[in-house]
């Protein structure tokens, strides 16, 4: 599978719905990164995120540009950048808003071991 350890963008709602749909099938967490080209802190994170898709195989790290998705956006009612919501069987089980990468990790590995768990 050639999309473990990196974060997928998906540039299209088909791309999307397909993700989320695999992502049910997996019962995989699911961490969405919805950002903007525009947004400062947005870049800052970009890179962090995709060394924790590097370091964690067994998680999927989806991207969606707000500007690009705005549909996808509104339906999930995100109001900043970057906002990040943590999926598990296509429900939103938590959401961190802004780029706090300890909150970020914390939160990832909270919801990555209780998959391991299960």
């Known amino acids: 599978m050639a999309e473990e350890g990196q974060v997928i963008a998906c540039h299209t709602v088909q791309a999307w719905t397909e993700q989320l749909?695999?992502?049910?099938?997996?019962?995989?967490?699911?961490?969405?990164?919805?950002?903007?080209?525009?947004?400062?802190?947005?870049?800052?994170?970009?890179?962090?995120?995709?060394?924790?898709a590097k370091k964690m195989p067994h998680v999927t790290f989806l991207k969606v540009d707000v500007d690009e998705l705005k549909t996808v956006a509104?339906?999930?009612?995100?109001?900043?950048?970057?906002t990040f919501m943590f999926l598990k069987e296509g429900k939103i089980i938590d959401k961190?808003?802004?780029?706090?990468?300890?909150?970020?990790?914390?939160?990832?590995?909270k919801h990555a071991t209780e998959v391991a768990a299960a």
């Open 21 to 52: 749909e695999k992502g049910q099938e997996s019962k995989k967490l699911i961490v969405v990164d919805f950002t903007a080209s525009w947004c400062g802190p947005c870049r800052f994170i970009s890179p962090i995120l995709a060394e924790f």
């Open 74 to 82: 509104e339906d999930w009612a995100v109001e900043a950048m970057p």
């Open 96 to 109: 961190v808003v802004g780029a706090k990468k300890e909150e970020l990790q914390q939160t990832i590995a």
